[in-house]
């Protein structure tokens, strides 16, 4: 079997393993960035309804603590405390988390995604880039960059193979 069979192989078992974990319980998305702490900068939900972007800053649990924020506030199990802000703040539980981290997200979606998103909603200041005031929410920011760049979906399981796309069972 050749490099392309395998790889489509993968990305193949990677849409049917999504797909199954989604009859279960929703998915939670997150996009973790290393040179803040691990924070995580943006979270979305999927499931078999779709896509819909969660916004860490807002995501928060009884004591007020972010989802933004779980890698500094709970060091010894950061994605459990993920799942419970999710349940508090939106209801549902997810069982299945997938972090992605700025090398996968680059590899992903080209080396200029994080800096596009950041001037799409003009994260500390940046200017808008590519017709775009800055003024986005940080959702529409993620859509309109992922959307511009395009997607190399064979880097997907190789990010997978690399450590920078985990699933993490909560």
């Known amino acids: 079997m050749n490099k392309l069979h395998a790889i489509l192989l993968a990305i193949v078992a990677i849409?049917?393993?999504?797909?199954?974990?989604?009859?279960?319980s929703p998915i939670l998305?997150?996009?973790e960035d290393?040179?803040?702490?691990?924070?995580?900068d943006m979270a979305a939900k999927f499931s078999i309804g779709g896509f819909e972007w969660v916004y860490p800053g807002?995501?928060?649990?009884?004591?007020?603590?972010?989802?933004?924020?779980?890698?500094?506030?709970?060091?010894?199990d950061p994605y459990g405390a993920a799942r419970d802000i999710i349940t508090y703040s939106y209801g549902?539980?997810?069982?299945?988390?997938?972090?992605?981290?700025?090398?996968?997200?680059?590899?992903?979606f080209g080396s200029s995604i994080v800096?596009?998103?950041?001037?799409?909603?003009?994260?500390?200041?940046y200017a808008g880039n590519?017709?775009?005031?800055?003024?986005?929410?940080?959702g529409d920011a993620v859509d309109t960059a992922m959307a511009n760049n395009g997607a190399n979906l064979f880097e997907i399981p190789i990010q997978i193979l690399m450590?920078?796309?985990?699933?993490i069972p909560v």
Do not use: C, K
């Not at 849409?15 to 279960?24: D, G, M, P």
């Not at 590519?130 to 940080?138: A, D, E, I, L, Y």
């Open 15 to 24: 849409v049917v393993i999504f797909l199954i974990a989604t009859i279960v």
């Open 92 to 108: 549902y539980t997810p069982h299945l988390i997938v972090s992605v981290n700025n090398d996968a997200a680059q590899a992903i």
């Open 58 to 76: 807002s995501s928060m649990n009884a004591e007020g603590q972010t989802l933004h924020n779980v890698h500094i506030n709970h060091p010894e």
């Open 163 to 167: 450590g920078n796309v985990r699933f």
């Open 130 to 138: 590519g017709g775009v005031s800055g003024s986005m929410s940080r």
């Open 115 to 125: 800096d596009d998103i950041r001037a799409n909603d003009g994260y500390y200041g």
């Open 29 to 31: 998305i997150v996009a």
């Open 34 to 40: 290393s040179t803040e702490d691990a924070s995580i």
